[in-house]
C-alpha cells in the first residue's frame, strides 16, 4: 500500500482549562488514502467541525500529530501546506468576500499561491469556471448575485484554484435544495477522480455519506468510535451508536426502511 | 366528507417592491379536514412559508403584500375579518411551530412564564398556578418527565431538543383545531428530530388536530403525511396521498425530486437535469382522477 495522504495519530483538541475544559476531540488516529473520499459522521457537537479546523491548520491539535504525505505540519504552516488542503464549507458565502467578483476571487487564489503564468490566469480562471459547470460571464458578478448552489461551485472552483489536493468538506450541501444538492454532489465526484482529489467530507447525512464515501469514520463526544469502509458500516455497523444514526434517517423507499428496521431490530437487542 | 378546517383556493400573492408587482403565488389551492396531517413540499423559495403566513393572517396586515382568493379557516374567510379578529385566532385556534426551536422561544423568559402567556391568550383569566399545572401536564404528554426543572429553566439551559419538544407542547396548549409546522426540527440532528416527529405525530393524532406540515425533505414526509401537496415556484403541481404520490409520482417536476433523493441503501448519486419546461406542467392530482 502506499502511503497515506495524510494521517493523524493520537490527536487531541481540548477547548479551556481545568474544570470547564472541553474535550472537543479525544485521541483520534487515521490514515487517508490519496484520492479516497473519508466521511466523517456524528451528531453534533461530537467534534467533527474541530477535526477539519485542525486539518486544515486554523489551529494546532493539544496533542498529537498531523502528517501530510509523511511530513508532520507545524502549528504554524507553511503556504505551501496551506494550498494543499483547502475547505469548501456549508454556507460559502461567509467565505466569499461580497465586495469581490467571482473571476477576483479566483484570480486572487492564483496570485497568491503562484499558479500559472500572469497573462495566463485570466485564461485560468475560464477554464475552472467550466470546470465547475459555470459559464465564464459568471466572472464578473458578486457573489450575492449567485444561488447557494452556484457560490457552492464557486467554493469548490477556488479550491481547485489552489490545486490542493486534499478537501475538506464541511457539509458542502446540506443547505442545498435537493435537485441542487443531486448536482453538485455528481459534481465532486467527478473532480475527484478527474483531478485525484481526496476528500475529508462531514456531514450529518447519512443518505449523502452512503453514496459519496468510501469509507466512513463515525465520531460521538469527541473519540471516533467506528472506521470502516461504507459497505460495512452501513450493512454490519459495529456500534450501537451508528445503527442510531443510521436507523434515525427519513427515507423514501421499501429498501431503505428494511434496512432501517434491520439495524433498529439489532439495537434492540443490545439494550440492557 | 366534513368540512375543511383549511381551505385555501386560488390563492395569489405579489410583493410590491420597485420595480413593480412580483407575483409569488400563482394561484394556489389546498384543503386539510379536521385531524388530517398534510404536507407541503417543495424547494426554497417555492412559496411555501407564505402561505403558512397568510393562513397565520401574518402577511395582510404588510403593506407590500398583494393577497387575492380565499382562505377559510373552520368556514370563516380571513380576508373579511378584522386584523383584529385574525390576530385573536392565533396561539388559540391554530398554532404555529418554527425552525429552529431555540431561537422562536423567548430567551429571557422562564418556560413557566411563557406557558402562562401562551395559556392567557385563550384564557386571559388564567391565574399561575393553574397555568403551572397545565404546563407541567403538557409536557408529560411529549415525554418530559423532569417537567419541573424544565419549567423552571430559560431556553438557553435546556437543549436543542428539548427546546423542540416545548415549543410542540407550547403550540398544543390551547387545543388549536390547526397547527402549522414550517419545517420543524431542521435544525436538529437527525436522531433528535425523529423522536421529536414521532411525539408530535403521536400528540396530534391525541388531540385530533388538523396539520399543515412544511418541508423540503421527502423523507420526513412520507413519515408524517396521510396527504401531501408539491409546489413549484408557486404553483401547486401534484397532490394526493402520499402512498400514492410515492408510489406514482406523475408530475415530472416530482419525478425530478423523487429521483434526486439519495437512498440509505446506495445506489450512487442520479444524474440530474436542468429545470426542464415540464415543471410548468399543470397540477396532478392523485384524487380527481381516482374513482371514489
Ligand atoms: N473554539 C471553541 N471554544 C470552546 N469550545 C469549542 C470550540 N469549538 C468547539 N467547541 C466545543 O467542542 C465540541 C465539538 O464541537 P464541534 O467540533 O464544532 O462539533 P461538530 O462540528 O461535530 O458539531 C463542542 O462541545 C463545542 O461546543
Ligand atoms: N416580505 C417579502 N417581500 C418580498 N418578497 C418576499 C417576502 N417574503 C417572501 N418573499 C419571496 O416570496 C417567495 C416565496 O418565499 P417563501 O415562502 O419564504 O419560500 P419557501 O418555500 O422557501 O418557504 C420567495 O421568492 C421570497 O423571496
Ligand atoms: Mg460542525
Ligand atoms: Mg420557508
Same mark, same amino acid.
Given at each position: 500500500?502506499?502511503?497515506?495522504?495524510?494521517?493523524?495519530?493520537?490527536?487531541?483538541?481540548?477547548?479551556?482549562?481545568?474544570?470547564?475544559?472541553?474535550?472537543?476531540?479525544?485521541?483520534?488516529?487515521?490514515?487517508?488514502?490519496?484520492?479516497?473520499?473519508?466521511?466523517?459522521?456524528?451528531?453534533?457537537?461530537?467534534?467533527?467541525?474541530?477535526?477539519?479546523?485542525?486539518?486544515?491548520?486554523?489551529?494546532?491539535?493539544?496533542?498529537?500529530?498531523?502528517?501530510?504525505?509523511?511530513?508532520?505540519?507545524?502549528?504554524?504552516?507553511?503556504?505551501?501546506?496551506?494550498?494543499?488542503?483547502?475547505?469548501?464549507?456549508?454556507?460559502?458565502l461567509?467565505s466569499l468576500n461580497p465586495k469581490r467578483s467571482i473571476g477576483a476571487t479566483?484570480?486572487l487564489?492564483?496570485?497568491?499561491?503562484?499558479?500559472?503564468?500572469?497573462?495566463?490566469?485570466?485564461?485560468?480562471?475560464?477554464?475552472?469556471?467550466?470546470?465547475?459547470?459555470?459559464?465564464?460571464?459568471?466572472?464578473r458578478r458578486a457573489p450575492a448575485a449567485?444561488?447557494?448552489?452556484?457560490?457552492?461551485?464557486?467554493?469548490?472552483?477556488?479550491?481547485?484554484?489552489?490545486?490542493?489536493?486534499?478537501?475538506?468538506?464541511?457539509?458542502?450541501?446540506?443547505?442545498?435544495?435537493?435537485?441542487?444538492?443531486?448536482?453538485?454532489?455528481?459534481?465532486?465526484?467527478?473532480?475527484?477522480?478527474?483531478?485525484?482529489?481526496?476528500?475529508?467530507?462531514?456531514?450529518?447525512?447519512?443518505?449523502?455519506?452512503?453514496?459519496?464515501?468510501?469509507?466512513?469514520?463515525?465520531?460521538?463526544?469527541?473519540?471516533?468510535?467506528?472506521?470502516?469502509?461504507?459497505?460495512?458500516?452501513?450493512?454490519?455497523?459495529?456500534?450501537?451508536?451508528?445503527?442510531?444514526?443510521?436507523?434515525?434517517?427519513?427515507?423514501?423507499?421499501?429498501?431503505?426502511?428494511?434496512?432501517?428496521?434491520?439495524?433498529?431490530?439489532?439495537?434492540?437487542?443490545?439494550?440492557? | 366528507?366534513?368540512?375543511?378546517?383549511?381551505?385555501?383556493?386560488?390563492?395569489?400573492?405579489?410583493?410590491?417592491?420597485?420595480?413593480?408587482?412580483?407575483?409569488?403565488?400563482?394561484?394556489?389551492?389546498?384543503?386539510?379536514?379536521?385531524?388530517?396531517?398534510?404536507?407541503?413540499?417543495?424547494?426554497?423559495?417555492?412559496?411555501? $412559508?407564505?402561505?403558512?403566513?397568510? #393562513?397565520?393572517?401574518? *402577511?395582510?396586515? &404588510?403593506?407590500?403584500?398583494?393577497?387575492?382568493?380565499?382562505?377559510?379557516?373552520?368556514?370563516?374567510?380571513?380576508?373579511?375579518?378584522?386584523?383584529?379578529?385574525?390576530?385573536?385566532?392565533?396561539?388559540?385556534?391554530?398554532?404555529?411551530?418554527?425552525?429552529?426551536?431555540?431561537?422562536?422561544?423567548?430567551? #429571557?423568559?422562564?418556560?413557566?412564564?411563557?406557558?402562562?402567556?401562551?395559556?392567557?391568550?385563550?384564557?386571559?383569566?388564567?391565574?399561575?398556578?393553574?397555568?403551572?399545572?397545565?404546563?407541567?401536564?403538557?409536557?408529560?404528554?411529549?415525554?418530559?418527565?423532569?417537567?419541573?426543572? #424544565?419549567?423552571?429553566?430559560?431556553?438557553?439551559?435546556?437543549?436543542?431538543?428539548?427546546?423542540?419538544?416545548?415549543?410542540?407542547?407550547?403550540? &398544543?396548549?390551547?387545543?388549536?383545531?390547526?397547527?402549522?409546522?414550517?419545517?420543524?426540527?431542521?435544525?436538529?440532528?437527525?436522531?433528535?428530530?425523529?423522536?421529536? *416527529?414521532?411525539?408530535?405525530?403521536?400528540?396530534?393524532?391525541?388531540?385530533?388536530?388538523?396539520?399543515?406540515?412544511?418541508?423540503?425533505?421527502?423523507?420526513?414526509?412520507?413519515?408524517?403525511?396521510?396527504?401531501?401537496?408539491?409546489?413549484?415556484?408557486?404553483?401547486?403541481?401534484?397532490?394526493?396521498?402520499?402512498?400514492?404520490?410515492?408510489?406514482?409520482?406523475?408530475?415530472?417536476?416530482?419525478?425530478?425530486?423523487?429521483?434526486? #433523493?439519495?437512498?440509505?441503501?446506495?445506489?450512487?448519486?442520479?444524474?440530474?437535469?436542468?429545470?426542464?419546461?415540464?415543471?410548468?406542467?399543470?397540477?396532478?392530482?392523485?384524487?380527481?382522477?381516482?374513482? $371514489?
Amino acid at each position: 500500500m502506499t502511503a497515506p495522504i495524510l494521517r493523524l495519530s493520537d490527536v487531541s483538541r481540548t477547548f479551556g482549562t481545568g474544570d470547564g475544559a472541553v474535550h472537543a476531540v479525544r485521541s483520534v488516529s487515521f490514515d487517508v488514502a490519496a484520492g479516497e473520499c473519508l466521511a466523517i459522521v456524528g451528531e453534533s457537537g461530537s467534534g467533527k467541525s474541530t477535526l477539519a479546523n485542525m486539518i486544515l491548520g486554523i489551529y494546532p491539535p493539544t496533542t498529537g500529530e498531523i502528517a501530510l504525505e509523511g511530513t508532520v505540519l507545524p502549528a504554524r504552516r507553511a503556504l505551501a501546506h496551506r494550498q494543499a488542503i483547502q475547505l469548501v464549507q456549508q454556507n460559502p458565502l461567509s467565505s466569499l468576500n461580497p465586495k469581490r467578483s467571482i473571476g477576483a476571487t479566483l484570480r486572487l487564489a492564483l496570485d497568491v499561491h503562484g499558479i500559472g503564468a500572469p497573462a495566463d490566469r485570466a485564461a485560468i480562471v475560464g477554464a475552472l469556471l467550466e470546470e465547475v459547470g459555470l459559464a465564464a460571464e459568471y466572472a464578473r458578478r458578486a457573489p450575492a448575485a449567485l444561488s447557494g448552489g452556484q457560490r457552492q461551485r464557486v467554493a469548490i472552483a477556488r479550491a481547485l484554484a489552489c490545486q490542493s489536493r486534499v478537501v475538506v468538506l464541511d457539509e458542502p450541501t446540506s443547505a442545498l435544495d435537493v435537485l441542487v444538492q443531486a448536482r453538485v454532489l455528481r459534481l465532486l465526484d467527478a473532480l475527484r477522480a478527474e483531478r485525484g482529489l481526496t476528500y475529508i467530507f462531514i456531514t450529518h447525512d447519512l443518505s449523502v455519506v452512503r453514496n459519496i464515501a468510501d469509507r466512513i469514520a463515525v465520531f460521538e463526544k469527541g473519540r471516533m468510535i467506528e472506521i470502516g469502509d461504507t459497505e460495512t458500516i452501513f450493512s454490519a455497523p459495529s456500534q450501537t451508536y451508528t445503527r442510531r444514526l443510521i436507523s434515525a434517517v427519513p427515507v423514501i423507499t421499501g429498501d431503505e426502511l428494511a434496512l432501517r428496521d434491520k439495524l433498529a431490530a439489532h439495537t434492540k437487542e443490545d439494550a440492557p | 366528507m366534513s368540512a375543511p378546517m383549511l381551505d385555501i383556493r386560488d390563492l395569489h400573492l405579489s410583493f410590491k417592491g420597485h420595480t413593480g408587482l412580483t407575483e409569488v403565488l400563482h394561484g394556489i389551492s389546498l384543503h386539510i379536514q379536521p385531524g388530517e396531517r398534510v404536507a407541503l413540499v417543495g424547494e426554497s423559495g417555492s412559496g411555501k $412559508s407564505v402561505t403558512a403566513r397568510i #393562513v397565520l393572517g401574518l *402577511l395582510q396586515d &404588510l403593506p407590500s403584500a398583494r393577497i387575492t382568493g380565499q382562505v377559510l379557516f373552520d368556514g370563516r374567510d380571513l380576508e373579511l375579518m378584522s386584523s383584529r379578529a385574525r390576530h385573536a385566532l392565533r396561539g388559540t385556534a391554530m398554532s404555529m411551530i418554527f425552525q429552529d426551536p431555540t431561537s422562536s422561544l423567548n430567551p #429571557v423568559f422562564r418556560i413557566a412564564d411563557q406557558f402562562h402567556d401562551v395559556l392567557r391568550r385563550a384564557d386571559p383569566s388564567v391565574a399561575k398556578a393553574a397555568a403551572h399545572d397545565r404546563a407541567a401536564a403538557i409536557l408529560a404528554e411529549v415525554s418530559i418527565r423532569d417537567a419541573q426543572r #424544565v419549567l423552571n429553566a430559560y431556553p438557553f439551559q435546556l437543549s436543542g431538543g428539548m427546546n423542540q419538544r416545548v415549543m410542540i407542547a407550547m403550540a &398544543l396548549a390551547n387545543e388549536p383545531a390547526l397547527l402549522i409546522a414550517d419545517e420543524p426540527g431542521t435544525a436538529l440532528d437527525v436522531t433528535v428530530q425523529a423522536q421529536t *416527529l414521532q411525539l408530535m405525530r403521536r400528540l396530534v393524532e391525541d388531540h385530533h388536530t388538523a396539520v399543515l406540515f412544511i418541508s423540503h425533505n421527502l423523507g420526513v414526509v412520507r413519515e408524517f403525511a396521510d396527504r401531501l401537496y408539491v409546489i413549484y415556484k408557486g404553483r401547486m403541481v401534484e397532490q394526493g396521498p402520499t402512498d400514492a404520490v410515492f408510489a406514482d409520482p406523475r408530475h415530472p417536476y416530482t419525478r425530478a425530486l423523487m429521483a434526486a #433523493v439519495p437512498h440509505l441503501t446506495g445506489g450512487g448519486i442520479p444524474e440530474i437535469a436542468e429545470a426542464s419546461p415540464d415543471f410548468a406542467a399543470p397540477l396532478v392530482d392523485h384524487e380527481a382522477e381516482a374513482p $371514489s
